[in-house]
């Protein structure tokens, strides 16, 4: 795991029709405390430690899809209740680095939920999506595991990803590996997706 301190300049791109390799900036955003970290973490090693301290960097890490090897640099945030004007300049830097997001709430915290429909709405404003075109956005519900404490039904969490045109998982960072890895696989596949779409 090897964090970089520096984003990279402008968006990722496949290299050429011909390369095997693809470069996708995933920004990871919801509030404190969801499991961002441990999600970003159990992606890139497989593993669950426990506690994270405050991780505020970029990793970059090389993952096989389909047969094929990609570049992921995943950037974990917290999101800003009280933004200041410098906050919200700097999200929006943050929002235009990168290809695809995953927007977490922990199903134990209504309150994570309710900030993702606003998260969403910034995500669009900042990337002037107006049109129906479908930007690469998938909605997490972490700590599955915890469904005794759970506050937010599988429904509520269904019905919102529908109602915004984005992906939908459940899934339990502490405990699976397996749905961790669909969720960024199937980000990967929409960002290849919206590639396509803007080329075109
Ligand atoms: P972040 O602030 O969103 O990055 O959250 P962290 O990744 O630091 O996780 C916050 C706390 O939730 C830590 O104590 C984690 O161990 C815990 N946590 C994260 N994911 C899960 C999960 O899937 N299940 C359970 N039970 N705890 C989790």
Same mark, same amino acid.
């Given at each position: 795991?090897?964090?970089?301190?520096?984003?990279? &300049?402008?968006?990722?791109?496949?290299?050429?029709?011909?390369? %095997?390799?693809?470069?996708?900036?995933?920004?990871? %955003?919801?509030?404190?405390?969801?499991?961002?970290?441990?999600?970003?973490?159990?992606?890139? &090693?497989?593993?669950?430690?426990?506690?994270?301290?405050?991780? =505020?960097?970029?990793?970059?890490?090389?993952?096989?899809?389909?047969?094929?090897?990609?570049?992921?640099?995943?950037?974990?945030?917290?999101?800003?209740?009280?933004?200041?004007?410098?906050?919200?300049?700097?999200?929006?830097?943050?929002?235009?680095?990168?290809?695809?997001?995953?927007?977490?709430?922990?199903?134990?915290?209504?309150?994570?939920?309710?900030?993702?429909?606003? &998260?969403?709405?910034?995500?669009?404003?900042?990337?002037?999506?107006?049109?129906?075109?479908?930007?690469?956005?998938?909605?997490?519900?972490?700590?599955?595991?915890?469904?005794? %404490?759970?506050?937010?039904?599988?429904? =509520?969490?269904?019905?919102?990803?529908?109602?915004?045109?984005?992906?939908?998982? =459940?899934?339990?960072?502490?405990?699976?590996?397996?749905?961790?890895?669909?969720?960024?696989?199937?980000?990967?596949?929409?960002?290849?997706?919206?590639?396509?779409?803007?080329?075109?």
């Amino acid at each position: 795991l090897s964090p970089e301190h520096q984003p990279s &300049t402008g968006p990722a791109e496949m290299t050429g029709p011909t390369a %095997l390799k693809m470069e996708a900036n995933i920004l990871v %955003l919801g509030a404190d405390g969801v499991g961002k970290s441990a999600l970003t973490v159990r992606f890139l &090693t497989r593993r669950f430690i426990g506690e994270y301290g405050e991780l =505020e960097s970029i990793y970059s890490h090389n993952v096989t899809v389909d047969g094929k090897e990609v570049l992921f640099n995943i950037w974990d945030y917290p999101y800003s209740k009280d933004p200041t004007d410098e906050s919200c300049a700097e999200e929006e830097k943050r929002i235009q680095w990168a290809d695809g997001f995953v927007l977490v709430y922990s199903i134990c915290d209504r309150a994570s939920f309710n900030v993702i429909c606003q &998260t969403i709405q910034l995500i669009k404003a900042a990337k002037d999506c107006i049109g129906p075109e479908k930007l690469p956005i998938v909605i997490v519900g972490n700590k599955r595991d915890l469904h005794h %404490l759970r506050n937010v039904s599988s429904e =509520e969490g269904r019905l919102l990803a529908l109602s915004m045109d984005c992906d939908f998982y =459940e899934v339990s960072a502490a405990e699976a590996y397996h749905g961790v890895l669909m969720v960024f696989h199937g980000l990967v596949d929409k960002i290849k997706e919206s590639k396509l779409v803007t080329k075109r």
